[in-house]
């Protein structure tokens, strides 16, 4: 079947030559652009501009533009050289006629300018992307090729270097924060899930889930210095602000791992009754409460001295990230089974779910607390949170499967 569309041009005197176009023959041209584009006009990497949905008169402008070279770009000025005129309309009709990938987007967010500003970032933020395996930087949206399944991430406390798991290759991934380069990848233990970097910038911690230990880094040599035996299923960890402590998930069931990082040794384990696999875990500003995120739909919030769990509350389904904000207002937690996030007030205990989309997973406070971000992971999203409304300010397109993000300056 042909189908023939009149496109919305006709008044528009120097493409009356196109008055109408075969959306048909378009697709078949779309061939050649799929393999950046998408051939639904959705494109795979974040360099590449979605083209479906876009309004055709705009899309006609600019391939003629690339075509004449007054708009410059070395890929597209070759694409768009042996275009007719014909080709052009067949092509954006076709591409105008899908659906745009925005609409999958609540209505209320817009969608327009949706690239990052340094006012919604202060301080850089850093996502990993699993699917795409890159890390994504933040404000700037630049991208660095990683390694498979690039899963979690932590910046040094000098903001110079990022380091990324990636557990189906046993490694961690090293960058450098200036210009992305791979400083090196280091082998660890089996499926590396979290990794923090203590607060004097001289070590990090790898949570080995498959060999139920932690490997340490030394970020001087960049070699793993030493492994730390725990319990089943370590997933992530996080220091004290003195450095002398960390606490461990351990997603086996045991509890949190306290681990004594001078002798480099778990000396205790703390139960939490009431969760399912403690999965990620945040400290109040005092270092003396945890905030455990589990991987069925629980936080808990631990009283780290008595070591007793003060309460467990219901959030949204499936694992997820935790933070606790800088200022210690409130505590934020995914829910990659779900469509909300769940932040907690930590006065009032007060609790708000907002909607994100698919499957948010990583959560993080910016340094100054203003603004919450979330990894939207079957979305493709990273969504921006102004936490003076607790509105969605903005949704930030990004590669495939964003799992995690990090903030300098709240690790
Ligand atoms: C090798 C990858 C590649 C191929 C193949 C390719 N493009 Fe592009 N296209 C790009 C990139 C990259 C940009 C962004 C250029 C820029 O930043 O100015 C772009 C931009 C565009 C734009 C401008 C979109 C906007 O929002 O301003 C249009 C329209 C477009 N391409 C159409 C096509 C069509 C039609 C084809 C097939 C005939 C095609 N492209 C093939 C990579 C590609």
Request: proline share 6%.
């Amino acid at each position: 079947m042909k189908i023939t569309a009149y496109t919305l041009v006709l008044g528009m005197t120097a493409i009356a030559s196109t008055a109408y176009a075969d959306i048909e023959q378009g697709k078949t041209k779309a061939e050649v652009c799929a393999a950046c584009h998408g051939l639904n006009g959705i494109s795979a990497s974040p360099e590449i501009p979605n083209l479906a949905g876009q309004k055709q008169e705009y899309l006609i402008n600019q391939l003629r533009s690339f075509r004449a070279k007054t708009r410059l770009d070395p890929t597209m000025n070759v694409m768009a050289e042996s275009l007719t005129d014909e080709d052009i309309a067949d092509l954006t009709a076709y591409f105008s006629s899908l659906a745009a990938a925005s609409a999958k987007v609540p209505e209320t967010v817009p969608t327009h300018n949706n690239r990052a500003t340094p006012v919604e970032f202060p301080e850089p933020a850093y996502v990993t992307l699993k699917k795409a395996a890159e890390v994504e930087k933040f404000p700037g949206e630049l991208v660095w090729k990683g390694g498979p399944d690039m899963l979690y991430n932590a910046i040094t406390p000098d903001g110079k270097r990022v380091l990324a798991t990636s557990p189906s290759s046993n490694t961690v991934y090293v960058f450098d924060t200036k210009n992305g380069e791979q400083l090196a990848v280091i082998t660890v233990g089996k499926a590396p899930k979290g990794v923090k970097v203590s607060p004097d910038g001289k070590i990090a911690y790898v949570a080995n889930e498959a060999s139920a230990e932690i490997s340490v880094i030394d970020l001087d040599t960049l070699a793993v210095v030493a492994t730390i035996p725990v319990e089943k299923g370590p997933h992530n960890s996080r220091f004290t602000k003195d450095g002398k402590l960390a606490y461990v998930t351990l997603q086996g069931g045991a509890g949190i791992g306290v681990i004594d990082t001078k002798a480099a040794k778990m000396i205790e384990v703390i139960p939490v009754p009431g969760l399912k696999g403690p999965h990620n875990i945040d400290l109040s500003a005092d270092d003396k409460t945890a905030y455990v995120r589990d991987i069925a739909n629980h936080i808990a919030i631990v009283d780290l001295k008595s070591g007793k769990t003060r309460k467990i509350i219901k959030v949204g389904n499936g694992h997820g990230g935790i933070d606790v904000s800088p200022d210690g207002r409130f505590v934020v937690t995914g829910a990659i089974g779900d469509t909300h996030i769940s932040v907690l007030n930590t006065k009032t205990l007060n609790m708000e779910n907002i909607e994100v989309g698919n499957g948010p997973h990583g959560v993080r406070a910016s340094k100054d607390s203003q603004w919450i971000y979330v990894t939207v992971t079957k979305d493709n999203v990273v969504a921006v949170i102004d936490t003076k409304t607790m509105q969605i300010k903005k949704k930030i397109s990004v590669g495939q499967f964003p799992f995690w993000v990090s903030v300098l300056g709240n690790p």
